[in-house]
Structure formats: structure tokens, C-alpha cells
């Protein structure tokens, strides 16, 4: 089975930094994925970490220790706009999510 | 073309009725997803289509029918729906079944 655990929720000021964990345990491991998803609308893909190791991307970075089973996502310099849910994902033949962390970002 | 457009992003239906979700992707990807995800919920896998063939099946109810009628198309078929199966239905994309999920905007159902 496959257990993707992540915070239910944080909250930060605007211009700030956050930082979201995920943790898993899963059968198989073929890359873990960060998704935002603003409330009824699609996720969109942020980032995607399969080497052990820390992604940069503009104001969003993940890293991934795959002997601990672990993922983190930073992002910086908070706008109002980043309050949003934000989905741990990991693929092994198919990609499961954690529950998702709500962001909110304050002014 | 870089997106998966999902029709209609809105349906609402009556238990007796039968409707089709619709996905179109023009990016190539041989692998196709269907999602479901209810309020405050993360996406559920419900279907994933491979080289237009059903390769898994999350036990879905024989409801939702799904089909692939070719690499770029993928419908889900609806009948006698249950209000509970009210929800944000979510197709997604890939070019193998490892990486580069593109997800559509989705279809908001409503069963009445």
C-alpha cells in the first residue's frame, strides 16, 4: 500500500518563507511530484524530484531523500497569490497524492 | 500544444441520465488518466488508459465507463449515477506512465 503523509495545513506572512514535508511509504518509488492547486480549479505541476537531492525553481525548491522516504517543498519570498492547497504526489506504476497542505499566505 | 482541454467543464445530471465526460490531448502522450476528487480531497485514481488500452482499473464502479477511442481522445461514460458520485472529475496526460503529468481543468459534475 502507500502512505503520503503532509501537513493539513499552514499559514505565513506575505514576503516570507514556508516549508511543506512530505513523507511516504510506498510499494514501489518512480519519482515524487509537487502540485499547487487553488481552490475548484485543476492541480498545476511545480516541480518533480526523482534523484535525491535539492530542485530549484524561481521562488519554489523541492528536495528528496529517498533513503528516508522524504520530500520538501520551500518557497519563498511568499506572494498573496501562493495561498493555495499544495499536493504531494509520488508515482510508482501509478500517482498517488497526500491529503495537501493549505497555504495561506497573510498580508 | 501543451494542454488537455476537458469538455464540458460543468455538468449537472439526473440519476436516470447517461452523459460522457470528454479529454483531448494534442501533446503525443500515450498515457491517459482519469481522476476523481471530492471537496477538500486529494485526486483519486479511478482509471489509466496506456497505448489506448485499459491498464488499471481502481475497482470504479461499472457506472463510469471508460473509453479510448484513440491516442489523443479518452471519454468517461456515465450512467445512473449516485449523488455521492458528485464531484471534480480530473483527466490528466502523460508521455509514459513515469513522468510529465498535464493535468485538464476538469469537469465539475453535480448528480441531482
Known amino acids: 500500500g502507500q502512505n503520503i503523509d503532509q501537513p493539513t495545513e499552514m499559514t505565513a506572512t506575505e514576503g516570507a518563507i514556508v516549508q511543506i514535508n512530505c513523507t511516504y511509504q510506498?510499494?514501489?518509488?518512480?519519482?515524487l511530484f509537487w502540485y499547487q492547486q487553488h481552490a475548484g480549479e485543476a492541480p498545476t505541476f511545480l516541480s518533480y524530484?526523482?534523484?535525491?537531492g535539492l530542485e530549484e525553481k524561481g521562488r519554489f525548491s523541492s528536495f528528496l531523500s529517498r533513503s528516508k522516504g522524504y520530500s520538501y517543498l520551500l518557497l519563498k519570498e511568499l506572494q498573496m497569490k501562493d495561498s493555495a492547497s499544495y499536493l504531494c504526489a509520488v508515482n510508482d506504476y501509478k500517482l498517488s497524492f497526500g491529503a495537501g497542505t493549505t497555504v495561506t499566505v497573510r498580508a | 500544444d501543451t494542454e488537455v482541454t476537458q469538455t464540458p467543464k460543468h455538468l449537472v445530471m439526473g440519476m436516470t441520465n447517461k452523459k460522457s465526460l470528454k479529454c483531448e490531448q494534442h501533446m503525443g502522450h500515450r498515457a491517459m488518466y482519469w481522476y476523481k476528487q471530492k471537496a477538500k480531497k486529494p485526486p483519486e485514481l479511478m482509471f489509466v488508459y496506456s497505448y489506448e488500452k485499459l491498464s488499471i482499473n481502481e475497482s470504479v464502479p461499472s457506472r463510469f465507463s471508460p473509453e479510448c477511442p484513440n491516442s489523443s481522445l479518452l471519454n468517461l461514460h456515465l450512467h445512473a449515477l449516485q449523488p455521492e458520485d458528485s464531484a471534480l472529475y480530473l483527466c490528466a496526460s502523460s508521455p509514459t506512465d513515469s513522468y510529465g503529468y498535464t493535468f485538464g481543468s476538469g469537469t465539475r459534475l453535480t448528480v441531482v
Open positions: 510506498t510499494s514501489g518509488f518512480n519519482g
Open positions: 524530484n526523482v534523484l535525491d
